[in-house]
C-alpha cells in the first residue's frame, strides 16, 4: 500500500518569496512516481511536476522543482517567486509499479496543503 | 473534447433515493478513474478503470457503489441509497494508457448534495 504524509495543515508566504511544501510518502514498490496537483478555489486539479523514482536530477518546471529525497522517502515541492495566484491547496501524489512491471493505475493523494500568498 | 467532462456539475438529491454521476474521459484515453473530495481533504479513490474493465475497484466504499464503462470511454458511477454522508465532489480523471509516470488529467467535478 502507498501513503501519503502532508504535514502542513497551512503555509504564508510573501509575494515574491520562495516557499516549501513538505511531503513525505511510504511505498515497499520498487518503482513510484511522485507528482504535485494545484487546487484553486475554483475546485480544478491542475498537474504541476512530476518525478520518478529512479530520476537521477530533481524535477523541475518552470517557478517549480521538486527536492526529491529518496532515503528519507521525501518530495517536497519548492515554488520560487511566489505569486498572488498561487493562493490554492497543493496535493502531493504518488503512483507505484509493481514488483511485475505493471502500474497499479491509481493515484494516491495525501491529505493536502493551503498555502497563502500576501502582498 | 479537450478535457474530462463531468455531468451534472452540482446534483442534490434526497436520502435514499438513487444517482448516476457521468464522466467523458479525453478522447483517447484508456484509463479512467473516481475519485471523491471531501471539503478540506485530498481526494479519495475509488475506482480505476483500463478500457471497459475495472482493474481496481478497491476503493468504493460498501456495495451502493458501483461504476461501469461499458464501451471503454464514457464511464457512469451510480449510488445507490444515497446516505447524507455520501455528500461530497465527485472528480473523474483519464490518462492515456495508466502507466507510472502519466499524469492524470481532472474533470471539474459533480457536487453531490444529499439532504
Known amino acids: 500500500a502507498q501513503k501519503i504524509t502532508q504535514t502542513q495543515p497551512g503555509m504564508f508566504v510573501q509575494e515574491k518569496e520562495a516557499v516549501t511544501l513538505d511531503c513525505t510518502y511510504d511505498t515497499s514498490d520498487p518503482s513510484y512516481g511522485l507528482f504535485w496537483y494545484k487546487q484553486p478555489s475554483s475546485g480544478e486539479m491542475i498537474f504541476l511536476i512530476y518525478?520518478?523514482?529512479?530520476?537521477?536530477q530533481n524535477a523541475t518546471e518552470g517557478r517549480y522543482s521538486l527536492n526529491f529525497q529518496k532515503a528519507r522517502k521525501s518530495a517536497n515541492l519548492v515554488i520560487s517567486a511566489s505569486q498572488l495566484g498561487d493562493s490554492a491547496m497543493y496535493f502531493c501524489?504518488?503512483?507505484?509499479?509493481?514488483?511485475?512491471?505493471?502500474?497499479?493505475?491509481?493515484?494516491?493523494f495525501g491529505q493536502g496543503t493551503i498555502l497563502t500568498v500576501h502582498p | 473534447g479537450a478535457g474530462v467532462s463531468q455531468t451534472p456539475s452540482n446534483k442534490v438529491t434526497e436520502k435514499g433515493k438513487y444517482v448516476e454521476l457521468r464522466c467523458d474521459p479525453i478522447s483517447g484515453h484508456t484509463a479512467l478513474y473516481w475519485y471523491r473530495q471531501s471539503l478540506g481533504q485530498g481526494p479519495e479513490f475509488l475506482i480505476y478503470f483500463q478500457g471497459t474493465g475495472a482493474a481496481d475497484d478497491s476503493g468504493l466504499p460498501n456495495d451502493r457503489f458501483f461504476a461501469v464503462r461499458p464501451e471503454g470511454s464514457v464511464s457512469t458511477l451510480k449510488i445507490q441509497r444515497t446516505e447524507r454522508g455520501d455528500s461530497a465532489v465527485y472528480l473523474c480523471?483519464?490518462?492515456?494508457?495508466?502507466?507510472?509516470?502519466?499524469?492524470?488529467?481532472f474533470g471539474s467535478g459533480t457536487q453531490l448534495s444529499v439532504l
Open positions: 518525478q520518478g523514482s529512479y530520476d537521477q
Open positions: 480523471a483519464s490518462s492515456l494508457t495508466g502507466a507510472t509516470n502519466e499524469k492524470l488529467f
Open positions: 501524489a504518488m503512483r507505484a509499479t509493481r514488483r511485475g512491471g505493471t502500474s497499479y493505475g491509481k493515484l494516491t
